[in-house]
């Protein structure tokens, strides 16, 4: 779950959110408004740009993200929390990651695959970010993580409830030193309740809230599952790629591998029947609706897939082809990063790493058009960027910093 807490500056006006701007930080400089709104995946923002698979912004676009001069403090880890603050990150704004010296985020571990010595999860979640490694169970860090709260926009956290609080780092907390502040906790199970103290991966949600028992292991979110049984009382059943409610809709065995076919009304399952050249079947009494098609869906299955066996995966798509039903193979992953879309789009980051070299990950699946999501920067590594951020947005000196370093308060990450 997610939970945002607005401080009493915050409010929401033109769809977007709006802040007043911060009273100085101890530099003596405030950040100004936020220049954009937050928006749906097919975005028009009022400051900035075009396709991130074409590499420049439109000609006359200034390239400004919708979040540049807004600043995130990033205290999540592992997955849901890294990849919205990395998100944040990708429209402009500017992500400071506090990890524990040392070990810093728990999926630096999680591997193989590595690159290098880093992991590949870790590097999949984590780009346009500056990390800082800061000890919030030492006293001088839990001060520091304060300073910054007051000198950011945005507080993201995804520790079990409670735990920050007992830091002095829940949101009343941060709210009495940073009324301006966005608050955003990321739970498995919320804030309050009986299993408010466990934590919460993606797996787990899946098999606690009866995703699993739909589907076994190839999770699908079919959310009318849940409505099915909320007004009908109906138990669900284990559809693995097929649908309760459509028919046909599911994957199908082909000579060398799988077509998913989704026939989504009764002229497209006359346009199936005529592609497998079954005119039968599309003129047989017990498959003429979807209602009934439902009812006596193992015969029209058995029927469908026998066919469906006889031609190669290339064969059927290209018998689909234009047809106007929805349809796709199931890609292994050399198929889906060689597919001409997936290349059209420009999906794949590059950006070159300072100990794991020349890295790729998954872009975000976002295009504005007003300005390109390019040039990333690469994960950081351990408390990278810990005397830059202490230096450029608390205004520390060298002597204050040197004796946090020296006390274990804070690490820096010297890059070889």
């Known amino acids: 779950m997610l939970r945002a807490g607005l401080g009493r500056r915050s409010c929401l006006c033109g769809g977007g959110l709006w802040r007043s701007p911060r009273p100085a930080a101890a530099s003596g400089s405030a950040s100004p408004r936020c220049p954009g709104a937050l928006s749906g995946a097919s975005a028009s923002p009022r400051n900035g740009g075009g396709a991130r698979g074409e590499g420049a912004p439109p000609a006359g676009a200034s390239n400004v993200k919708p979040l540049d001069a807004v600043k995130i403090l990033d205290l ?49 979640v984590n780009r346009n970010k500056k990390s800082i490694a800061i000890n919030m169970k030492d006293s001088k860090g839990a001060k520091l993580i304060r300073e910054l709260a007051a000198v950011s926009d945005v507080f993201v956290e995804n520790y079990i409830p409670g735990k920050l609080a007992e830091m002095g780092l829940g949101y009343e907390d941060i709210k009495k030193i940073a009324p301006h502040i966005v608050y955003c906790s990321i739970t498995g199970y919320g804030q309050t309740g009986p299993m408010v103290q466990r934590g919460g991966y993606d797996s787990i949600a899946a098999a606690v809230s009866g995703l699993m028992h739909i589907t076994g292991h190839e999770v699908a979110c079919l959310t009318h599952v849940a409505a099915n049984y909320l007004n009908c009382k109906i138990e669900a059943k284990r559809w693995g790629t097929a649908h309760g409610s459509i028919v046909p809709y599911q994957a199908f065995k082909t000579k060398d591998g799988y077509i998913v076919v989704g026939a989504g009304n009764d002229q497209q399952f006359v346009t199936v029947c005529k592609i497998l050249n079954l005119p039968e079947v599309s003129k047989d009494s017990r498959y003429r609706t979807n209602t009934l098609r439902v ?30 039903v929805p349809y796709g193979p199931i890609n ?80 820096q990450h010297e890059v070889r």
């Not at 592992?78 to 990150?89: E, N, Q, R, S």
């Not at 506090?98 to 590595?114: C, H, I, K, L, Q």
């Not at 029927?303 to 234009?322: D, H």
Request: hydrophobic letters at 40%; aromatic letters at 8%.
């Open 76 to 124: 999540t880890r592992v997955l849901a929390g890294p990849f919205a603050t990395m998100i944040l990150g990708d429209l402009g704004a500017e992500v400071i990651k506090v990890e524990r010296p040392g070990a810093g985020d728990d999926t630096r571990a999680w591997g193989p695959p590595f690159a290098g010595t880093e992991s590949v999860y870790f590097l999949s």
């Open 295 to 324: 009812q006596n869906r193992k015969e029209l299955i058995d029927i469908l897939s026998t066919r469906f066996s006889e031609k190669a995966t290339i064969e059927w798509l290209q018998l689909f082809e234009g047809s106007g």
């Open 332 to 411: 292994n992953m050399q198929q889906v990063f060689s597919d001409p879309q997936v290349l059209h789009n420009g999906l794949v980051m590059e950006m070159n790493h300072p100990t794991a070299g020349k890295i790729a990950v998954p872009g975000p699946g976002v295009r504005y058009s007003e300005f390109a999501v390019s040039h990333p920067k690469p994960p950081p590594l351990v408390g990278q960027h810990t005397v830059e951020i202490l230096k450029g947005m608390l205004g520390y000196e060298d002597d204050a910093i040197e004796e946090l370093l020296h006390t274990g308060a804070v690490a």
